[in-house]
């Protein structure tokens, strides 16, 4: 008898007897014999609570993780400050086990969440609508790329190659099947070589995709870029990082047309992965090509203010095959702990955040170069992600470190097979002066330890 | 019925929630990292609100919303079932919660295991070859399993192949993913038994056909029996057979998709696995292959040589990525833990469950709503409020008539194929009583509806907010809070 199963087995035997059948396979005659299992399934025995809690114990315990570990690595996932609070409000059971709020009147908790959360994002990105989530930052990007397809009636995209590799992976897989084709830029210095869209755009072009700040942590010049892709009628997208928008100009105000981005650093741990959060804005212009879901207000019968999905003509239940997205099922807890994540930290929680990774990468970036044994790959303003370059392979380095307990950088070679020996170096409001020098100094004696080994 | 602010008319200038520490290394000004023009000028009108201001907040709003925990939540087609607590404090655990993606291989065997033998047990649930655990919800295995699908077409060089079959009765999901990867869609009718039309089939599929989707046990809750010829119909016309898992919690021990001819499946983790629907998500749609579509997966997949779990990146035919790292690993961790507690008997014993639940509500039911297929069905059923219609009451007003009662109402109007349908999915964690309870609330709102209609179709009326009206918000569309000036 399973604790998740209420009914005994003399209760189904009673319900059993109402349908007019003895055994439970009466039930199942339907199902043609060619097509029965002739044996139980081949799984491990069932556990009760507690050899499960030793099972998965073990198994979490064969992962490093950032508890015990320093971490310096970034690339899309990162190590911020989660305040407590965020749990114990998700935690809420009647928010995590309701489903999409297809009956607003018993769903105004998460209704008004979502309502919440689309104008933060709008003000964050300083875009005028805002959905109610995608799967990450990828997927993110590769719908806006579609939907750019989509609303300016052209097939293709000029994506920067200074965008995540992996967010590049995800485009092109999209981009394959959708029909439309992706053309990717060099860099010059660390960011989008503007020479290589400027020769590449036409009246085919849909959109033009940056990042910013780009996978390498440098700012990008988005309002350089706008004028020459919305002079050849295309849609400037642009891929953020949240929390950088505390203090960077909104890509709204400088004339993005799409703003995507990943949401993990809003309360989300990293979770090797996932689940994450892929946040999307747009001007209002464009509102009727949006995919995934919306919540708008409205009133009740007696004029109350309530809150419902709207815009469903977009969708899949609705417009089946010319929906703007198949998506159904988005990423609404995480959605959720992002509301929270910024109703706590506020205007100026926020803020304080952007400013700590700001001034701890900038120190940090510092005092690698000051060791003599790192150089900078590229010249230009970061925000809390920097890359450096040594004489020692990346891996090396990393693996010498954990015995100090420290995660390293991104090996950058491993996308950018032209940047041998960098090392792309993630600094949170997380990371103590202390961490920081303790991390500066390891790094530098190991790679001097090689050096001198190479000799 | 008391409205209830927004976070942002809560704010006060000046209050906190947060604490952070001093910055501890030297400061620089920030126009001597930044260039004035990337600066913004002025904060995002994000709430300034007190810790306590928070909680109560956010509290005030989850007591607005029905979980599954608050009580019956039978919506057809999405095994609203109830979530184990213990996979929640499983899936927080540090060493999966606080890991990094990229962190060295060697240093996250833990997770990679978890992945590799969830790859094999839903391999073995299903009958397939390998499962790819990447795509984050079941929507996205669709297109995950649609490329596939194409992919193999093209590698075959059989490049005719433009159309994806699907039924009149499937959940627009299945068109629209078809749709994005690139495929058109062909519709075919059900027969009179809700059923794949045989001869409809025979008709429709060509040299052009990449493909059938299919659900089975179908949208009405009912098995094809007639999956094997389905299945040899769509093969011999060279096109792949698509499994949509959505139904699955009511065939685990009892049938598998691989064993009826399916050459790729998906799952939804947030259905058949007990994992949380969060509000709208995140779930996870694992997508399992037969042998032949192997080389097609999504990169990277998950291996185990000589003792070492790793993740191999160089699959030539891969459709490429679908997610920017592996998936919603925190969905998959719960989804885990629960197949582990359930055990092969376990499993097998929700499926039966979850039939004998539906089949007895059905029952309970059928005389007093129209039955449309008055058939035994498997893990839901869908009623008609045709009767009920004629007296002037929709399937939308009984909807919001239920919401008096306390319970989250039924999937309505889905499928399409029936006249204002009410999908019914009991689960196989709700008890006798709680059925029974539902079926004399539906008995009552029946006989409301021949004597008193009125009732019914001014629900709901102890809600927080009355009837909201759609329609407004979609010819009006505010959809966001703005700072009066």
Same mark, same amino acid.
């Given at each position: ?455 | ?77 999405? *095994? ?7 996979? /929640?404090? @499983? =899936?927080?655990?540090?060493?999966? +919660?606080?890991?990094?993606? %990229? ?115 179908? *949208? ?7 999956? /094997?010829? @389905? =299945?040899?119909?769509?093969?011999? +016309?060279?096109?792949?057979? %698509? ?243």
């Amino acid at each position: 008898m399973s604790r998740y199963i209420p009914n005994t087995d003399e209760q189904q035997q009673s319900m059993l007897k109402e349908l007019g059948m003895e055994a439970i396979d009466e039930l199942f005659k339907g199902i043609p014999e060619s097509v029965r299992m002739k044996r139980k399934l081949d799984l491990p025995e069932a556990m009760a609570e507690l050899e499960l809690l030793t099972h998965m114990n073990r198994l979490a315990s064969n992962n490093r993780n950032l508890d015990e570990y320093t971490g310096f690595l970034g690339a899309g996932a990162y190590d911020h400050f989660i305040p407590s609070i965020v749990g114990h409000m998700l935690s809420r059971q009647e928010f995590y086990t309701a489903y999409t709020p297809y009956q607003p009147e018993i769903s105004q908790g998460t209704l008004q969440a979502i309502f919440e959360y689309q104008t933060m994002i709008c003000e964050l990105t300083g875009m005028e609508v805002a959905n109610a989530s995608m799967y990450d930052g990828a997927s993110a990007l590769a719908e806006a790329a579609s939907m750019s397809c989509n609303a300016t009636c052209r097939k293709e995209i000029i994506v920067a190659g200074s965008v995540h590799p992996a967010y590049r992976e995800v485009l092109r897989t999209y981009s394959k099947f959708y029909g439309s084709r992706i053309f990717e830029t060099g860099y010059d210095n660390g960011t989008v070589k503007i020479s290589d869209i400027e020769s590449r755009l036409s009246s085919d072009t849909a959109a033009v995709i940056i990042q910013n700040p780009n996978f390498f942590g440098l700012l990008e010049d988005i309002e350089q870029l706008e004028k020459l892709v919305h002079g050849k009628g295309a849609l400037l997208v642009v891929s953020v990082d949240p929390i950088s928008l505390a203090i960077l100009k909104p890509p709204g105000e400088s004339g993005a047309d799409i703003v995507v981005g990943e949401g993990q650093s809003l309360g989300s741990p990293v979770s090797f992965g996932g689940p994450y959060l892929g946040f999307f804005a747009a001007s209002k212009g464009l509102l009727r090509k949006m995919p995934g879901r919306i919540v708008g207000q409205t009133t009740d019968d007696a004029g109350n203010r309530g809150f419902v999905l709207t815009m469903q003509a977009r969708e899949q239940h609705i417009r089946r095959e010319k929906a703007t997205s198949n998506i159904c099922s988005n990423q609404a807890l995480n959605a959720l702990a992002a509301t929270i994540y910024l109703t706590v930290l506020g205007k100026q929680g926020l803020r304080d955040v952007a400013m700590l990774c700001l001034q701890k990468a900038h120190y940090a970036f510092e005092q690698l170069i000051a060791t003599g044994v790192f150089e900078p790959c590229f010249a230009g303003p970061f925000f809390k992600e920097f890359a450096v370059r040594c004489c020692m392979p990346v891996e090396k380095l990393n693996e010498e470190l954990l015995s100090s307990k420290i995660i390293g950088g991104y090996k950058l070679e491993k996308d950018y097979p032209e940047l041998a020996g960098c090392w792309l170096i993630a600094v949170t409001e997380k990371r103590s002066r202390m961490e920081i020098d303790n991390f500066v100094e390891k790094a530098s004696k190991i790679i001097e330890r090689w050096g001198r080994r190479a000799i | 019925m008391k409205e209830k602010k927004l976070v942002f008319e809560i704010s006060r200038p000046g209050r906190k929630a947060y604490s952070l520490p001093d910055c501890d290394v030297p400061e620089k000004k920030l126009e001597e990292m930044i260039p004035k023009q990337h600066i913004r000028k002025t904060n995002p009108e994000l709430p300034e609100l007190s810790e306590v201001d928070v909680v109560r907040h956010f509290t005030g709003l989850s007591r607005r919303n029905h979980g599954v925990d608050s009580g019956f939540y039978p919506l057809g087609s999405c *095994t609203m079932k109830y979530n184990p607590k213990i996979n /929640e404090d @499983i =899936a927080r655990l540090g060493g999966f +919660a606080r890991v990094h993606p %990229y962190q060295p291989q060697d240093t996250v065997q833990g997770c990679l295991e978890l992945l590799y033998r969830m790859d094999g047990m839903l391999s073995e649930i299903t009958g397939m070859d390998k499962v790819s655990l990447q795509p984050a919800a079941g929507a996205h295995g669709e297109m995950t399993g649609l490329m596939i699908i194409k992919a193999y077409h093209e590698y075959l060089g059989e490049k005719r192949r433009t159309k994806i079959i699907v039924p009149d009765s499937a959940h627009g999901t299945n068109p629209a993913s078809a749709a994005m990867a690139g495929f058109e869609v062909v519709e075919i009718k059900s027969n009179e038994k809700g059923g794949v039309d045989l001869e409809s089939l025979k008709a429709a599929v060509n040299e052009e056909t990449a493909g059938l989707m299919l659900t089975n046990p179908n *949208t009405l809750g009912l098995f094809e029996d007639n999956i /094997e010829e @389905i =299945a040899w119909i769509v093969h011999q +016309a060279g096109g792949l057979l %698509y499994y949509d898992g959505a139904n699955a919690n009511a065939i685990m021990g009892i049938s598998r998709p691989g064993d009826m001819g399916f050459d790729i499946v998906h799952l939804n983790l947030h259905k058949t696995f007990s994992t949380p629907h969060g509000g709208g998500g995140p779930g996870s749609g694992p997508v399992g292959v037969k042998k032949h579509l192997v080389p097609f997966l999504p990169s990277p997949v998950v291996e185990f040589k000589n003792g070492v779990y790793s993740l191999n990146y160089d699959l030539p035919l891969s459709i490429g990525r679908v997610h920017s790292f592996y998936g919603n690993f925190g969905v998959i961790v719960k989804a885990y833990a629960y197949i582990m507690s359930m055990g092969a008997e376990g499993l097998s014993k929700i499926s039966t469950t979850a039939v004998l639940n539906a089949n007895y509500l059905m029952n309970r039911l059928k005389e007093y709503y129209v039955l449309p297929y008055d058939n035994t069905c498997m893990h839901e059923f869908v009623l008609s409020g045709q009767r009920q219609k004629e007296q002037g009451v929709s399937a939308l007003d009984i909807a919001k008539r239920l919401l008096d009662f306390g319970v989250h109402p039924p999937t309505i109007y889905f499928p399409l194929i029936v006249k204002e349908a009410m999908m019914i999915e009991p689960t196989e964690t709700e008890s006798r009583e709680t059925l029974d309870e539902f079926a004399d609330t539906m008995i009552q709102i029946a006989k409301e509806a021949e004597e008193c209609p009125q009732i019914i179709k001014s629900a709901p009326h102890i809600t927080v907010v009355g009837r909201l009206d759609e329609a407004k918000a979609a010819r009006n569309p505010v959809l966001r809070w703005m700072k009066e000036e």
